[in-house]
């Protein structure tokens, strides 16, 4: 009486139900316009990202001293899964990577707790350790190229520097402004040290001239009983004129042994934007600003500053507007599509426009529903929500369709007035709606608890799936019930005919369909022979899909994707200069430029201390290129085919040691660095060089890896000067004094700063002339107390290698060789490795690691199979109460396993593998399958209740059931094949999800109209 009660209610009020529609639909409309916007969810764990600068160190010895105490400190900090380092000379960045569920800002905090603990025994040299958080907001939204035929890249730097930079900064949505591509405008004052040494100057003759002549003094108060008044001296330099006049001794001034001009410092990086050699602007995002808004908004903001500096040119380099918004409309197409065929599949077994009108109706109600709580509780818009978006219009006309099927079944075949057939027809579906409904969010709920990275990238889609579901069942009944009491009634003749005429056709194909499987129901319950048989087939293909087709599947954590972005990653010899790689971008960017389907081009040579958001992170001998064509749907090429072009072309260019060419998105997390990476430890780097040579030989030879590289190689050729203390100090020198005379040398120094308004004043720079060979720096004049004396007076020279980069990772020097697939699943991959790699014998003392996507897809498949069989337990213990039944829920579980067969064949089909999305597919199937069996089996107890005998009723149940329970199957089928076929930017890799919900279904559901009914009917038949 209850239920009914509920349905009265409801349509004694429709005005009650319609104004709260209205509402939904009104919130849903603001609330699709408001909502944010990107490609994937913020995967990545908390991750803090430590820059360690000390000038004049070699990377051996930050290494030594700074890296790895801080990296023994970090792994005392709560809660950190990883610490790991790269450093180079002068800078070190350390990583600090904790879980999930650690807050991003209280990582921060403890990080720079743990480096005030330590900070006494570090160097004191070492400037203040810079601290930054890494997360999604990290890589730039946007990337603007400044370039100018007029203005030197230096100027463009100052001014986005100091303007730009600043008016960025104030925009909606940024957070942080990096301006990137050497080029630092700073005063430098080039010493002649030819000048110098004829007019026997040391060279701290100059730099004490310059830092304390230089320079304003605050000398003190003036007081009265009136009045107080500042003294100052004024003695900085504000013209390049006043600087060459600063008196260096009583008769020689600066410019007597100097240049001074406006230069930049020695480049440790470059940058090109769209080919053209330019100064970057790229902009980051705060972590929770939209990402198209904060686009828009700088977007905004350039075009306002364009017109204020009409001498600098900029240009969109690397943006994720484009794809983001594309994807987004493509989503939305896909959803229109899946909307339309699951419409007609609807439409070919109910064969009625009024039916199908109320179906129709209900489906903008439920979206817009979903979407205005969606906005309210604050998600967001992105490949994987939309994605749940699409995945719940399958689960919506489950609800819906069944309830209305049920109201036509009492209004048409039963002969019900409108009125009691949308009660009695309502009230009889109910239950079953509702345990369907519950028992697919019991199987769903797991997700959001499981933690790690399948809880953090499926957690949007599993939300979205819940809003819906509930959404969706309130509105089967509610709007279904009062909708049919209005067009259900509709009685216009050209419907009528035209009804007649599809259901003619319609009642055909549904009368066949019953009739088979009451056919074979009935020959397996009358011939115990052939009801063996069945079973006998069923584990047969139970376990052939199982044992032989699975692995022929293969395994990957998750799928490729064609977003349209080519990644290029080169490394070249180390002892090369900047401008042979320069020479070397300029020669790649044509390469890439031969396509016509090319947009923009992204390219950058070294790094610069501090900044994360760009740059290849080492030194000079890595060019960085990240490259975006047209999106797939405007091309005949594949992101794979213009990456293997590309890999032919640029093997043809000199001076490259590796080439990595793989598509964006790759790895499905940042903190991978390669689909395969096999990481070597040691505490010695030689035998980390033989046990690299020997995996990257393994790795070459491994079939599906299309490009490899490896973290460093000892092939960086240093000089290393052997001082003869003895003889040194004969001449009354140290060898920390001839070291310090030597960097001035090759390094130059800042010794003062050159005032500018409102803004940080230029650094004035010594620098020297001429130093462009070991056999000129050999032949210098050092300064001692006993006069100038040529350096090769009392040093040796010798020859060593170093790692062009020293890597550390769990307290120990690691060398990784890594490598980047296609679409080959990373299983088969590792199977090939470990083939390639059998003979392979590692130096003693180095331990192996497998990493990249094999470590990852362990760890989540271990949660994702954790968390399917806590579904299925759930849904068991929630099906008892429902049914109060045991064996009632032990029936409808059985329906479960069988979705496995036909998950497995359609991957094989599409040549899709086991992979996150089809794991969560599988998760989704645990909750779609049994409301199949749940409609079957209660209908069957429905009719026992009334006095049929087990037979009987499963049989009317068949009768009854087969068209709501294939009708819905191959609806939501319908609707999920955008899903599956990747009908959208960044669908692919969410493909698998929809793929096995298909298979899952189509042949779950075949087998469950077989088996259930043979299973309940042994389990309820009368004893003798």
Known sequence: MENSSFIEKVLKRPAFIYSFLTLAVFLGIIGYGQIDRKLFPDSNPPEIAVVMIQPGASAKDIASNIAVPSEKEFYSIDKVTRVYSNTIDEVSVIRVAFDYDKDLSEAANDVANSINKIKSSLPSDLLEPQIHKISSATPPVIVFGASSDKLSLQDIKEIAENEIKNSLLTVDGVANVDIFGGYKKEVKVEIDKKLLDRYNLPINAVIN???????????????????????????????????????????????????????????????????????????????????????????????????????????????????????????????????????????????????????????????????????????????????????????????????????????????????????????????????????????????????????????????????????????????????????????????????????????????????????????????????????????????????????????????????????????????????????????????????????????????????????????????????????????????????????????????????????????????????????????????????????????????????????????????????????????????????????????????????????????????????????????????????????KTFVTLSEVYEPNVITRENLQYTLDVYGFREKAAISHIMANYDEASKDMVLPEGVELTRLGDEAQFKSSAGKMVKAIGFAVVLIFFTLIPMFNSVKISLLVIISIPLTIIGASWIMLILNYHTSMPAMMGFMLLSGVIVNNAILLIHFAIQRMEKGLTAVEAMKESITIRTRPVLMTALAVSAGMIPVALGWAIGLERLAPLGAVAIGGLIVGTFLTLVFIPLVFVWSYREKA
Do not use: C
């Open 209 to 791: 001239a310059l830092k304390k002549n230089n320079k304003d003094y605050a000398i003190g108060f003036i007081e009265s009983k009136n009045s107080s008044f500042l003294v100052k001296n004024i003695g900085k330099r504000d013209s390049i004129k006043e600087l060459l006049n600063l008196p260096i001794t009583a008769q020689i001034k600066l410019k007597d042994v100097a240049e001074v001009k406006f230069e930049h410092y020695k480049n440790s990086a470059l940058y090109y934007g769209n080919g053209k050699k330019a100064i970057a602007i790229s902009v980051q995002r705060g972590i929770s600003a939209d990402v198209v808004k904060t686009i828009e908004n700088a977007e905004a903001k350039i075009a306002e500053l364009s017109q204020k500096y009409p001498a600098i040119s900029f240009e969109t380099t690397d943006t994720q507007k484009e794809i983001i918004e594309q994807s987004i409309s493509n989503m939305f197409e896909s959803l229109r599509d899946a909307i339309i065929m699951s419409t007609l599949v609807v439409f070919f077994f109910l064969a009625s426009f009024r039916q199908v009108l109320v179906v129709t109706l209900t489906i903008p109600l439920v979206y817009a529903t979903t979407i205005a709580i969606m906005w309210g509780i604050g998600m967001e818009f992105s490949v994987v929500g939309l994605t749940a978006i699409i995945l719940a219009l399958g689960l919506l006309l489950d609800d819906t369709v069944v309830v209305m099927e049920n109201i036509e079944r009492h209004y048409r075949e039963e002969h019900d007035n409108i009125w009691d057939a949308v009660v009695h027809g309502t009230k009889e579906i109910m239950f079953a709606d509702f345990s369907g409904t519950i028992t697919t969010m019991i199987a769903l709920s797991p997700m959001l608890f499981v933690g790690g990275y399948p809880q953090t990238i499926f957690q949007p889609l599993v939300g979205t799936l819940l809003i819906a579901l509930a959404a969706s069942y309130v509105i089967s009944i509610t709007a279904v019930p009062l909708l049919s009491m209005k067009i259900l009634t509709m009685e216009y003749g050209w419907i009528m005919k035209s009804e007649e005429f599809f259901h003619k056709i319609s009642a055909a194909v549904n009368n066949a369909l019953r009739d088979f499987f009451l056919g074979v129901v009935t020959k397996a319950l009358e011939k115990k022979r052939v009801a063996i048989t069945y079973f006998v087939l069923l584990i047969a293909l139970f376990v052939i899909s199982v044992k032989g087709v699975m692995p022929i599947v293969g395994q990957e954590l998750m799928p490729a994707m064609d977003t349209g972005t080519v990644k290029i990653n080169i490394t070249t010899d180390p002892n090369l200069p900047i401008s042979k790689s320069e020479e070397l971008l300029q020669q790649v960017n044509e390469i890439i430029y031969k396509s016509e389907h090319i947009q923009r081009v992204s390219a950058s040579v070294g790094s610069e201390a501090g900044i994360l958001s760009i740059g290849s992170g080492s030194g000079i001998d890595h060019i960085a290129i990240t490259a975006n064509y047209v999106n797939r749907f405007e091309r005949k090429e594949t992101i794979w085919e213009i990456e293997q072009q590309l890999r032919e072309d640029l093997a043809t260019l000199p001076n490259i040691k590796y080439m990595l060419v793989f598509d964006s998105g790759a790895s499905a997390l940042s903190s991978i660095r390669g689909n395969i990476d096999i990481m070597l430890s040691s505490d010695d780097f030689d035998k980390l060089q033989v046990a690299g040579n020997s995996v990257e030989k393994a790795i070459y030879n491994t079939q599906g890896i299309v490009s490899l590289a490896r973290s460093w190689d000892k092939d960086k050729k240093v000089y290393t000067y052997n001082i003869d203390e003895k003889l040194a100090s004969q001449y009354g020198v140290s060898s920390a004094e001839i070291s310090t005379n030597l960097q001035l040398l090759l390094r130059g120094a800042k010794v003062s700063y050159f005032p500018l308004q409102n803004a940080q004043d230029f650094s004035v720079r010594i620098w020297f002339k001429d130093f462009d060979s070991i056999e000129s720096l050999n032949s210098v004049l050092i300064d001692t107390p006993k006069g100038k004396v040529p350096l």
